[in-house]
């Protein structure tokens, strides 16, 4: 099984669809998923709920989905300075699970291991 893919959008195809859940890696702006998260921006889909320790800041990281309303809901540890976030977040256009970071980590691996009720 070949898994090399010449560019993100590749590697995510036929994955991605409106309303799932996407788990996404980095804190802060280190360590991103930059690539990946372009490919789901240009894909259109719509209804996302993101799981990450925060939500970048404007304009990087997953503040490039909220600038494109793709975002419907994030459960994360820390939102920082992303303006859109608080803005959709007060205006009611944003879900939000805060979850301390340590929780959210359990809260991962326990999912990755099969535990459900975690």
């Given at each position: 099984m070949n898994k090399l893919f010449p560019d993100a959008a590749s590697a995510l195809e036929g994955l991605l669809k409106n309303d799932i859940l996407i788990a996404s890696g980095g804190f802060g702006l280190c360590g991103l998923p930059e690539r990946l998260l372009d490919a789901v921006r240009d894909s259109g889909v719509t209804g996302l709920t993101f799981v990450s320790n925060n939500?970048?800041?404007?304009?990087?990281?997953?503040?490039?989905?909220?600038?494109?309303?793709?975002?419907?809901?994030?459960?994360?540890?820390?939102?920082?300075?992303?303006?859109?976030?608080?803005?959709?977040y007060?205006?009611?256009?944003?879900?939000?699970?805060?979850?301390?970071?340590?929780?959210?980590?359990?809260?991962?691996r326990a999912g990755g291991a099969g535990i459900p009720g975690f």
């Open positions: 939500a970048g800041i404007d304009g990087e990281g997953i503040g490039k989905l909220l600038r494109t309303k793709q975002v419907k809901k994030m459960i994360s540890s820390y939102v920082g300075e992303n303006k859109e976030f608080e803005r959709q007060l205006a009611g256009e944003l879900e939000v699970e805060f979850c301390p970071q340590g929780t959210l980590a359990e809260r991962m």
